[in-house]
């Protein structure tokens, strides 16, 4: 929520200190490229360290860079804080393997779905909270957002316990995530690969959704007013798929199908948007791509965690997290270009074919996953 209430405001500030449309540009990217390089790392420190501390640490971070926000008094200050900010909030596969810690596999989808849906409804209330408190002042929102962190801090000091239990820890030397010893290691097992392929994919076409959308609708006559309320239409969506129906379809359906289902309702979702006439169709196409979005993504998650013992799950996590923030440079950026040297349309379908990337790497990687398996079941019988 604190994350929801300061983004919007984010260009509106920049652009106070005389910043140009592409430093406010580059103030929003800076964000996901510390998460980019610090989502890998907080996940291995807390297969070392344990989740609780890494956790603890990472929220008085984001403290720390709401309060330095609220005082930013010049653009040097503003990117400090925007880099405090993105490397103390690349703690999501931190909470991730912490839902792989407490979670039977069985139910691991479903506790990564309600993170989700917690971004989500964060994400949704946000910016409605920081458009009210802006009217008190240009610093509240970045105050409260604070303040938000803070009560997290104390709440999680107080109420949070460790899932990881010293025996389960990583014992080996700390190197880092990415180093291609590291990754050889992640992507080991069969379908590691395809897996994280799959979920660099469909959040790079996600994100040329969340980078285009507001202004491909503005060129089609939607108001501010009507483009915030499909925004808000998406949240919802998202939140509804990912805090309920994940859970209720992981206990009937395997998570596979999970993925291809919300993959190719993804890839239709994107090839509707342009060619949505009325509102009505629009809002199809919308509930296509997010509610696809929501079912995959989950999935994607709790299957990337069951490739590695659960001393790796940080790890693990935390590389396809970082994998995630590369999308999330990656998609708005092509999609942008592509919006101003062709067209809207043109966006959109290459959204669309980077969906289809991820329906066909999913199946591949069916393929390998089943290929091995059968090839172990004749070694357990032998024995």
């Known amino acids: 929520m604190g994350f929801g209430i300061v983004i919007p405001l984010l260009p509106i500030y920049a652009e106070s200190m005389h910043a140009t449309p592409f430093t406010a540009g580059v103030l929003i990217a800076v964000y996901s490229l510390m998460q980019l390089l610090f989502a890998p790392v907080w996940g291995r420190i807390s297969d070392r360290v344990g ?30 804080a925007r880099v405090l900010a993105g490397a103390a909030g690349a703690n999501i596969p931190v909470a991730q393997a912490y839902i792989a810690d407490v979670t039977p596999a069985s139910e691991r989808a479903r506790g990564m779905g309600l993170i989700g849906a917690a971004f989500g409804l964060g994400m949704v209330i946000g910016p409605a909270i920081g458009g009210g408190l802006s009217l008190l002042g240009p610093r509240v ?26 025996t389960a820890r990583r014992r080996a030397s700390f190197r880092h995530p990415l180093s291609p010893v590291a990754l050889r290691e992640a992507t080991a097992r069969p379908g590691a690969v395809a897996l994280l392929g799959t979920f660099f994919l ?11 959308f507001s202004l491909a609708a503005a060129h089609r006559g939607y108001s501010s007013t009507q483009v915030d309320a499909l925004w808000l239409y998406m949240g919802v969506v998202a939140v509804v798929v990912q805090g309920w129906l994940v859970g209720r379809l992981t206990q ?28 009505s169709a629009l809002l199809a196409a919308l509930g296509l791509v997010v509610g696809g979005q929501g079912l995959a993504s989950p999935s994607l998650s709790s299957l990337i965690s069951k490739t590695v013992a659960a001393h790796a799950h940080g790890e693990v996590l935390g590389v396809s997290q970082s994998l995630s923030a590369a999308a999330r440079v990656l998609g708005p950026a092509g999609g942008g270009f592509l919006f101003n040297g062709v067209s809207a349309r043109a966006a959109f379908l290459a959204a669309a074919a980077c969906a289809v990337g991820a329906v066909g790497v999913t199946l591949a990687g069916q393929r390998t996953a089943d290929e091995a398996q059968a090839d172990v079941m004749p070694l357990r019988r032998s024995g």
């Open 141 to 166: 929102p970045e105050c409260f957002a604070a303040a938000l962190c803070l009560v997290n801090l104390l709440a999680a000091t107080r109420r949070l316990p460790e899932s990881l239990p010293p």
């Open 51 to 80: 989740r609780r501390p890494v956790l603890l640490v990472s929220l008085a971070g984001s403290a720390a860079s709401y309060v330095l926000l609220a005082g930013a008094g010049s653009l040097g200050t503003l990117f400090l």
């Open 252 to 279: 009937r359906v395997p998570e596979r199908l999970l993925i291809v289902v919300g993959t190719l309702a993804v890839t239709i979702g994107l090839f509707w948007i342009p060619f949505a006439g009325p509102a």
């Open 202 to 212: 469909l959040t790079a076409a996600f994100a040329v959704l969340e980078g285009t």
